[in-house]
């Protein structure tokens, strides 16, 4: 069964500060895929990574695939109130199949 | 270029009734799949749908089923409406032929069963 493995669960960060969310998933998948969620809200697309070593920034977020590892990150750099909200990462179970499998969500506050 | 469309945003329903709810997808996708949000279980994948065949179905019991029709736009029906069954309905739609293999989501319909 797939796994899709995330942390922390919980982070509360001061603005200002840098800080990385883990996603460890068990797919040979080469895809990864980054959203954001807000209290009440849908899914936003952040990244999608398509390659190992993939390496995608917007902001002050960044987002990194190493498929060796089965790893990817997202970076966040001198936190803002904004970026409070909930973080997903999510693997296709196969290559060139639609279906996602979630990591359980990284709940991020940053507190001012 | 509109999103991704759900309807209807909110839906209550009594236990045992069933329920319908409908996506349709960004123009020219031809993918959609489901999935269903709670606070405990997270996001888990329902199905999905391509040129009206049901390509992967998740782990969910029969009383959850979907079709999708000719102009790629999805309903997705819950029979024997149980409690557990509240949560937030997400679609997504994506273009499938190539990259960037990327899942767009609806506003997503919230379903409460009392």
């Given at each position: 069964?797939?796994?899709v493995?995330?942390n922390?669960l919980f982070?509360s960060m001061?603005?200002?500060k840098?800080?990385?969310?883990?996603?460890?998933?068990?797919?040979?998948?080469?895809?990864?895929?980054?959203?954001?969620?807000d209290?009440?809200?849908?899914?936003?697309s952040?990244?999608?990574?398509?390659?190992?070593?993939?390496v995608k920034?917007?902001?002050?977020?960044?987002a990194?695939l190493?498929?060796?590892a089965?790893?990817?990150t997202?970076?966040?750099t001198?936190?803002?109130?904004?970026?409070?909200a909930?973080?997903f990462?999510?693997?296709?179970s196969n290559?060139g199949?639609?279906?996602?499998?979630?990591g359980?969500?990284t709940r991020?506050?940053?507190?001012? | 270029?509109?999103?991704?469309?759900?309807?209807?945003?909110?839906?209550?329903?009594?236990r045992?009734?069933?329920?319908t709810?409908?996506?349709?997808?960004?123009?020219?996708?031809r993918s959609?799949?489901w999935y269903?949000?709670?606070p405990g279980?997270?996001?888990?994948?329902?199905f999905?749908?391509?040129?009206?065949?049901?390509?992967?179905?998740?782990n969910?019991p029969?009383?959850?089923?979907?079709r999708?029709?000719?102009n790629?736009?999805?309903?997705?029906?819950?029979?024997?409406?149980?409690?557990g069954?509240?949560?937030?309905?997400?679609?997504?739609?994506?273009?499938?032929?190539?990259?960037?293999y990327?899942?767009?989501?609806?506003?997503?319909?919230?379903?409460?069963?009392?």
């Amino acid at each position: 069964e797939l796994k899709v493995e995330q942390n922390p669960l919980f982070l509360s960060m001061q603005e200002g500060k840098n800080y990385t969310i883990y996603c460890n998933y068990s797919t040979t998948s080469d895809r990864l895929y980054w959203y954001r969620q807000d209290p009440g809200k849908s899914l936003e697309s952040l990244f999608v990574l398509l390659s190992n070593g993939a390496v995608k920034q917007e902001g002050r977020l960044m987002a990194s695939l190493d498929t060796k590892a089965r790893l990817s990150t997202l970076h966040i750099t001198a936190a803002v109130h904004d970026l409070s909200a909930t973080y997903f990462c999510a693997s296709p179970s196969n290559f060139g199949n639609e279906k996602l499998t979630f990591g359980t969500g990284t709940r991020l506050t940053i507190i001012p | 270029k509109a999103g991704v469309t759900q309807t209807p945003r909110y839906l209550i329903k009594t236990r045992g009734q069933q329920v319908t709810l409908s996506c349709s997808p960004i123009s020219g996708h031809r993918s959609v799949s489901w999935y269903q949000q709670t606070p405990g279980q997270g996001l888990q994948f329902l199905f999905e749908y391509f040129s009206e065949t049901q390509r992967n179905k998740g782990n969910f019991p029969g009383r959850f089923s979907g079709r999708q029709f000719s102009n790629s736009r999805s309903e997705m029906n819950v029979s024997t409406l149980e409690l557990g069954d509240s949560a937030l309905y997400l679609c997504a739609s994506s273009l499938v032929a190539g990259p960037p293999y990327e899942q767009y989501f609806g506003p997503g319909t919230r379903l409460t069963v009392t």
